[in-house]
């Protein structure tokens, strides 16, 4: 999550674009490793900024979002307002994101917005409350709504790898609660018992208030001989 106080446009473009690509956490929308997402229409310039703007671009998508969100386009509701987000940071625009984001099932990406204009909107600088207020109640809702996941690391394994989509997850998330978006997680793991190489494969379909605990049953490679994963 960003520290609200501290965003400028490059840090957001950074941002936007690390989280852009696929995660752990990606939910019902599948990137690609490495791929990141991109508004359909790019500002070419040109376009003077309505009362109370800086950036004729941050206007430009922010225009974008809002007619997407119309339509229900939640996907590009939400990259229209990221670029836009990008350009010119305005709290009523990550509302929007927030918004689109929790529609199209990006709760993971809604949490974290929601959580920074529940911090900002309601500073001096902006004077949002509602707003901020708003944020609050929307993040209180998705905490508990948000699906979780726990990998039980099985006893005396060594060299343990786990992946989630593909996506490596690091070893001090291993046995702690993650949080992802609703949708279906392949869960993978590859490890030594004893120095013997054995593998684990799993697909877990998760919704909300959802809560799943994985067992990491690691068991010979290439074989799914029950009466062989027993004897070892």
Same mark, same amino acid.
Do not use: H
């Given at each position: 999550?960003?520290?609200?106080?501290?965003?400028?446009?490059?840090?957001?473009?950074?941002?936007?674009?690390?989280?852009?690509?696929?995660? =752990?956490?990606?939910?019902?929308?599948?990137?690609?490793?490495?791929?990141?997402?991109?508004?359909?229409?790019?500002?070419?310039?040109?376009?003077?900024?309505?009362?109370?703007?800086?950036?004729?671009?941050?206007?430009?998508?922010?225009?974008? =979002?809002?007619?997407?969100?119309?339509?229900?386009?939640?996907?590009?509701?939400?990259?229209? =307002?990221?670029?836009?987000?990008?350009?010119?940071?305005?709290?009523?625009?990550?509302?929007?994101?927030?918004?689109?984001?929790?529609?199209?099932?990006?709760?993971?990406?809604?949490?974290?917005?929601?959580?920074?204009?529940?911090?900002?909107?309601?500073?001096?600088?902006?004077?949002?409350?509602?707003?901020?207020?708003? =944020?609050?109640?929307?993040?209180?809702?998705?905490?508990?709504?948000?699906?979780?996941?726990?990998?039980?690391?099985?006893?005396?394994?060594?060299?343990?790898?786990?992946?989630?989509?593909?996506?490596?997850?690091?070893?001090?998330?291993?046995?702690?609660?993650?949080?992802?978006?609703?949708?279906?997680?392949?869960?993978?793991?590859?490890?030594?018992?004893?120095?013997?190489?054995?593998?684990?494969?799993?697909?877990?379909?998760?919704?909300?208030?959802?809560?799943?605990?994985?067992?990491?049953?690691?068991?010979?490679?290439?074989?799914?001989?029950?009466?062989?994963?027993?004897?070892?």
């Amino acid at each position: 999550t960003l520290f609200g106080e501290y965003i400028t446009p490059e840090i957001q473009k950074a941002f936007n674009d690390a989280r852009s690509v696929a995660s =752990a956490s990606t939910g019902s929308v599948e990137v690609k490793p490495g791929q990141q997402r991109k508004p359909k229409k790019e500002y070419t310039g040109g376009l003077k900024p309505a009362r109370g703007w800086k950036s004729g671009e941050a206007f430009f998508y922010f225009r974008e =979002a809002l007619a997407s969100e119309q339509s229900r386009d939640w996907l590009d509701c939400t990259d229209y =307002a990221q670029a836009s987000l990008a350009a010119e940071n305005r709290p009523t625009t990550r509302m929007l994101a927030a918004a689109c984001e929790e529609k199209a099932g990006l709760w993971i990406e809604a949490y974290a917005d929601y959580k920074i204009v529940a911090e900002t909107a309601g500073t001096r600088k902006y004077g949002l409350y509602d707003v901020a207020n708003k =944020a609050k109640a929307r993040m209180k809702e998705l905490r508990e709504k948000i699906p979780k996941i726990v990998l039980r690391k099985p006893a005396k394994a060594t060299d343990l790898q786990v992946k989630m989509n593909d996506s490596l997850i690091p070893e001090n998330k291993i046995g702690g609660e993650i949080w992802v978006n609703p949708g279906q997680r392949v869960i993978e793991a590859t490890g030594k018992i004893e120095g013997v190489d054995l593998e684990f494969e799993q697909v877990v379909d998760i919704t909300e208030y959802e809560s799943v605990t994985v067992d990491l049953q690691l068991g010979p490679k290439a074989s799914k001989d029950l009466a062989l994963m027993k004897c070892l």
